[in-house]
């Protein structure tokens, strides 16, 4: 089985602060992926990466950046906590070839106050 | 970049079929996926489509159009463990990078009531 976990189930943090959320898997799968999801505007991709030290932006990545040092690890980083940015955020990751099902993560709801 | 609809909820009974429709416009389709979320819960892969067809696993089914743009999950003999959101999901390469990612629609509520 897949197994993808996060550091933390739930995150109370405040404006400003740095945040780190962190993303292991233990399939060696080459893909992985940080989303949030928010009500009524589902899933969105913030950063991907297909290699280790390799990233790409996704479709909202302001105010983010990443960090893959090894493969099995994805770190996400919020380097100063808005309100805006409280959600629910999921990793997943996936094999390099077809069909690249993705697997998720349990998911960090983070609370910005 | 791409537009995925899906309906927002829907309801149905234990024991009956229901069929939640995805449509789609895409510039590079290059697959589709359902994946079901259970409140406070991650999703969870239920099927994959990158052929025109029906692909049927156990109680679920998921059809495809590439040239209508149309989806569809087919959930039969329904329980309620089956309440849950039904994601619509198509990857598609980026234009800007050559990678390709997954693009999910907002998400289908299904309440299965007794």
């Known amino acids: 089985d897949v197994k993808v976990t996060q550091s933390s189930r739930y995150l109370v943090k405040r404006t400003g602060e740095k945040v780190f959320l962190e993303c292991v898997q233990d399939?060696?799968?080459?893909?992985m992926f940080w989303y949030r999801q928010d009500p009524g505007l589902g899933l969105r991709l913030i950063y991907f990466?297909?290699?280790?030290?390799?990233?790409e932006k996704g479709d909202i990545p302001e105010g983010y950046s990443v960090s893959r040092e090894k493969k099995e690890r994805f770190s996400l980083i919020l380097e100063s906590a808005s309100t805006n940015q409280t959600s629910m955020y999921l990793c997943?990751?996936?094999?390099?070839?077809?069909?690249?099902?993705?697997?998720f993560g349990p998911g960090t709801r983070l609370l910005v106050l | 970049g791409q537009n995925i609809d899906q309906p927002t909820e829907m309801t149905a009974t234990e024991g009956a079929i229901v069929q939640i429709n995805c449509t789609y416009q895409?510039?590079?389709?290059?697959?589709l996926f359902w994946y079901q979320q259970h409140a406070g819960e991650a999703p969870t892969f239920l099927s994959y489509n990158v052929l025109d067809g029906l692909e049927e696993k156990g109680r679920f089914s998921s059809f495809l159009s590439r040239s209508k743009g149309y989806s569809y999950l087919l959930l039969k003999e329904l329980q309620m463990k089956d309440s849950a959101s039904y994601l619509c999901?198509?990857?598609?390469?980026?234009?800007?990078?050559?990678?390709?990612?997954?693009?999910f629609g907002k998400g289908t509520m299904l309440l299965v009531s007794p």
């Open positions: 399939m060696d799968h080459e893909n």
């Open positions: 999901a198509v990857r598609e390469e980026r234009r800007n990078s050559g990678y390709s990612t997954l693009t």
């Open positions: 895409t510039s590079g389709f290059n697959g």
């Open positions: 997943a990751s996936s094999l390099l070839h077809l069909p690249k099902t993705q697997y």
């Open positions: 990466s297909y290699d280790v030290k390799m990233k």
